[in-house]
């Protein structure tokens, strides 16, 4: 009886004890908000789920698998960047350093932008160092956890080859693979790094007290993450490059690795720098100012042209595949975007009028963008064939034209303009024929969809505003170019954007269109990287490629939001 009440008493006394501790932490303005946090991580948690295992951890396992090398093998040999130097040679360091560099870069902008914002506002930032700097280091921990039990879980397939019992022995392997010495270290890491930053976090959040005060964490932990990666990266360059250093001095050859990234990276310094005072000369007070900016700007455009000669020989030994597959992006990017663009914004204006049937138009022009692909393509095959009485040719053929061979033609396109009489070099001789009824296609299918938006964006304009201009005495012209156009940047920003994006990953029709007469000449980037992991079976490979693809598309990103930022207008 006594032994029972004091075992009541001392459970009374640990849920009392837990409840106070629950109501000091959870109680009061700032265990209101508190409350708020969590509950809002609690309803955002599945989504970060999907996201983590359909989009991070794909690139997660993109860049492992970038790393290692063998033919119809997933987990083949460790290889370091060597799949990257198959691909683009010494540029691989280069561009490694670059990353590296823009890594810290972000890192030292963020705590700085997040320092600047609480001293403005009178508020502490330092202090929440301590849970960012935990949890970015957790988060690292976390991703050396996935790269360690990656190798082991991709591994089992081949081990239970022969087994008699599949289910018994895979979970055997399983468990096997979680008990690993390196996997059981990473994971308790990350999750005893993750546990003391949440719980410093709490600290912090609490000794506020009721005083408005924001959370900085965020900015510690984009710093750590970012520091974590340009330190790893710039670790496995540098080992790299040592590597390739001793395997060259063994067969008593030699390289020029070092000089190639001093030289290119200054010239890639150089355009940067001529970049930045060629934008700015426009702000300058007076004309000398801008006149010398421009001089200056000019003068370091020409020096890091000459540094970044060496490019050529570079890219000559690489992956000779792969740059005219990147050659070929370019082409169908450049060909397409402002074309489609530019008919979309005509359509667009033309159907916005007070016209009758304008919706019947609207469906015809949006039913491309909707219909498969494969079969447009394959349509596409029929009308552009290369037979004398196909349609496109009889339709030629008409007027006098002589047959063309279309999507069997690998000739550049400004090559056949000029003819035999002047032989043009390799990159200068344009698309091929082939390529360009494959833009031709890309713009037919997606003007529809470029045109609803910009019949929405055109929609947002206030006719208050055109009333105000035709009342200044603005004619149509001047009422688009003044009117329409500025305020229509956000939508053409977000299209353009969007659509360059597109090209580059663009692969569907180009894979249905594309022909062995062709001789390569429409393989873009993204049927370059298929054909690699299919045709080849270089997993790896593929993987580096693809990582490639991925960086190209983010500078491409960010280069458009740097020059999209001082143009478009939001009213």
């Not at 081990?159 to 008990?179: I, K």
């Not at 305020?487 to 692969?507: C, D, E, N, Q």
Request: charged share 10%; glycine share 10%.
């Amino acid at each position: 009886m006594d032994s029972t009440l004091v075992r009541n008493n001392a459970n009374q006394a640990t849920t009392g004890s837990g409840a106070r501790i629950g109501s000091y932490w959870l109680s009061g303005r700032r265990g209101r908000r508190v409350r708020e946090a969590l509950l809002a991580y609690v309803f955002l948690f599945p989504a970060f789920l999907i996201i983590s295992i359909f989009g991070l951890f794909p690139l997660l396992f993109a860049a492992y698998e970038s790393t290692l090398r063998g033919l119809n093998r997933i987990v083949g040999p460790y290889d370091g960047l060597g799949n990257y130097v198959r691909a683009i040679d010494n540029l691989t360091y280069v561009l490694a350093f670059w990353v590296a560099a823009a890594c810290l870069f972000l890192a030292v902008r963020s705590v700085m932008t997040g320092s600047q914002t609480a001293r403005e506002k009178g508020e502490t930032f330092w202090s929440w160092s301590w849970p960012g700097v935990f949890i970015g280091l957790g988060i690292g921990v976390a991703v050396a956890y996935i790269f360690r039990l990656l190798p082991l879980m991709l591994d089992i397939p081949s081990q239970l080859r022969g087994a008699q019992n599949t289910g018994v022995r895979f979970r055997q392997l399983m468990f096997e693979a979680w008990l690993d010495g390196g996997v059981q270290q990473a994971f308790w890491g990350s999750l005893v790094l993750l546990v003391v930053g949440i719980a410093l976090y709490l600290i912090i959040e609490r000794a506020a007290g009721h005083t408005h005060h924001a959370n900085y964490m965020g900015p510690f932990i984009a710093a750590t993450v970012l520091l974590l990666v340009a330190a790893s990266l710039g670790w496995l360059t540098w080992t790299e490059i040592q590597k390739a250093y001793a395997e060259a001095l063994e067969a008593g050859e030699g390289l020029e690795i070092w000089s190639q990234i001093v030289t290119i990276s200054a010239g890639f310094f150089l355009l940067l720098i001529a970049w930045w005072l060629w934008d700015g000369a426009d702000e300058q007070l007076s004309d000398y100012a801008m006149v010398a900016r421009l001089g200056a700007a000019a003068v370091l455009l020409v020096g890091g042209w000459v540094l970044i000669g060496e490019l050529p020989r570079i890219i000559a030994q690489g992956d000779k595949e792969w740059w005219v597959g990147l050659q070929a992006t370019v082409w169908y990017s450049v060909g397409t975007v402002p074309t489609q663009l530019a008919i979309s914004l005509l359509l667009a204006a033309l159907l916005f009028q007070d016209l009758r049937g304008k919706g019947f138009f609207r469906i015809v022009y949006f039913i491309p963008y909707v219909a498969p692909f494969v079969g447009t393509a394959a349509i596409f095959r029929i009308l552009f064939s290369n037979r004398p009485n196909a349609p496109i040719n009889s339709f030629i053929g008409a007027f006098g034209g002589s047959s063309l061979q279309w999507l069997n033609e690998p000739t550049g396109l400004f090559q056949l303009l000029l003819g035999n009489s002047v032989t043009l070099p390799t990159w200068a001789a344009g698309p091929s024929l082939a390529l360009v009824v494959i833009m031709i296609y890309g713009v037919w299918t997606y003007i529809g969809f470029n045109t609803v938006v910009f019949m929405a964006g055109l929609g947002s304009i206030p006719r208050t505003v055109y009333e105000a201009a035709a009342i200044d005495g603005a004619g149509r012209w001047a009422q688009f170019r003044h009117v329409t156009l500025p305020l229509l940047s956000p939508t053409i920003y977000f299209l353009t954007l969007y659509s360059v994006i597109g090209t580059f990953k663009a692969f569907n029709h180009i894979f249905v269109l594309r022909t062995a007469a062709a001789l390569g000449s429409t393989d873009t980037a993204s049927v370059v990287i298929f054909q690699a992991f299919k045709r080849d079976t270089r997993f790896g490979y593929a993987s580096a490629l693809a990582i490639l693809l991925l960086l190209i598309i983010l500078i491409l990103t960010y280069v458009n939001n740097r020059i999209a930022s001082k143009r478009v207008f939001y009213g």
